[in-house]
């Protein structure tokens, strides 16, 4: 019995050891590579990004507002842009709480999706989107904002407009820089960069150990504010 | 500057991929799976309007790179469909190290959750534990 007992305790031990001991798992690099990259999964949502800034504290969401844009414009590639671009301010419109310019953002919205030929199923979307905003549903308007772009790109794959879904989510994320910069820029907290930045470092090339200040973060809103205003330049639409 | 647009338009090009019909399976598939994530919406969880559909293979995993942000939680949702009998979720880092997550699994249908410490890329496996090649549907969730 005595025996069976050290036996016991010695193969106690030598689990526990092993468990302490155990490396956690490890994907070699040739596999992570071959890893599939999808435009629904791994490029997150303005959503998800300005969930996360906001975690540190309160964000003055409205002082991100920008004027309206045109929305008569007639080169595709700078309606996807825009139309993009719309719809960061839905998901801004939708975090500052604001219903008024949910659905005034809604409205540009589907104008600029009709103009790429997208809008039969959009309408709906956009009768949703003023539902929700009037009614103070926010989740679920955010939900909403998610569904249209999804619905925008996947009609426009349809059509065999990759390079517009690509210029959609392009048009997305520059003024989605510029909002978060701006936010970072208005209400500089060194800690909360250094906990919530360290991956956009990455994107915009600042040194990798180091958190932005603030002089680079004006930097980085100043370079996409200049990319807006391209952007939305009414002159350069043909 | 100009790098850093490029960082951007790479990015993007990258990653848009176009979509490809889904089979009979793979919606039930992922009708299961909205099924698993809809339980992490009671706990403030949003589902996002996004999903990923394959076929996992015995000794094998489907594997998708996703780009998480410090501070937010996220529930990675997976269902498959039979033969496959019994599915995992892991998560690594950039890596390839695995993460701790907390796990849920119930045969066909399995989830990870994790709040990631820093910003930045991260892989989901989805491993065929039990079962013969079947499809899967991966959605996730966060708050």
């Known amino acids: 019995m005595i025996r069976l007992a050290r036996l016991g305790a010695i193969g106690l031990i030598a689990s526990v050891l092993a468990a302490i001991g155990a490396e956690p798992a490890r994907l070699p690099a040739d596999q992570l590579a071959k890893a599939v990259r999808s435009d629904s999964i791994s490029i997150p949502t303005p959503g998800e990004l300005f969930a996360a800034l906001e975690k540190p504290g309160k964000t003055d969401w409205s002082g991100q507002y920008r004027g309206p844009i045109p929305v008569t414009y007639r080169n595709?590639?700078?309606?996807?842009?825009?139309?993009?671009?719309?719809?960061?301010?839905?998901f801004v419109a939708v975090e500052a709480k604001d219903s008024q310019q949910v659905k005034n953002i809604g409205s540009d919205i589907i104008k600029l999706a009709k103009a790429l030929g997208v809008s039969q199923n959009l309408l709906s979307r956009g009768n949703s989107i003023n539902e929700f905003a009037e009614n103070n549903e926010w989740d679920t308007l955010q939900e909403e904002l998610e569904a249209t772009q999804n619905e925008v790109k996947s009609s426009m794959q349809s059509h065999s407009d990759q390079d517009l879904v690509i210029?959609?989510?392009?048009?997305?994320?520059?003024r989605g820089t510029q909002v978060v910069s701006g936010a970072i820029m208005h209400n500089y907290d060194e800690?909360?960069?250094?906990e919530q930045l360290p991956g956009i470092e990455k994107l915009v090339s600042f040194p990798a150990d180091k958190a932005?200040?603030?002089?680079?973060?004006r930097k980085v809103n100043e370079a996409v504010g200049k990319v807006m205003e391209e952007i939305e330049n009414k002159a350069v639409a043909k | 500057m100009k790098r850093c647009l490029l960082i951007f338009l790479s990015l993007f090009v990258a990653v848009c991929i176009p979509a490809r019909a889904e089979t009979d399976a793979e919606v039930q598939a992922r009708k299961g799976t909205l099924d698993l994530a809809g339980a992490f919406s009671n706990d403030g969880f949003k589902i996002r309007d996004g999903h990923w559909c394959g076929a996992v293979k015995p000794h094998d995993h489907a594997l998708i790179a996703v780009n998480l942000y410090a501070g937010n939680q996220y529930w990675?949702?997976?269902g498959a469909n039979e033969p496959a009998k019994k599915i995992a979720v892991s998560v690594y880092d950039e890596t390839g190290k695995q993460v701790t997550t907390e796990d849920y699994n119930a045969g066909e249908k399995a989830a990870a959750g994790f709040a990631p410490a820093n910003s930045g890329q991260y892989f989901v496996s989805i491993d065929l534990v039990e079962g013969q090649a079947g499809s899967f549907c991966l959605v996730y969730s966060y708050k």
């Open chain 1, 76 to 90: 595709r590639a700078q309606i996807a842009l825009n139309l993009g671009g719309l719809i960061a301010d839905g």
């Open chain 1, 167 to 174: 210029l959609v989510s392009l048009g997305g994320w520059i």
């Open chain 1, 191 to 194: 800690r909360s960069v250094s």
């Open chain 1, 212 to 217: 932005p200040s603030l002089d680079e973060v």
């Open chain 2, 76 to 78: 990675f949702s997976v």
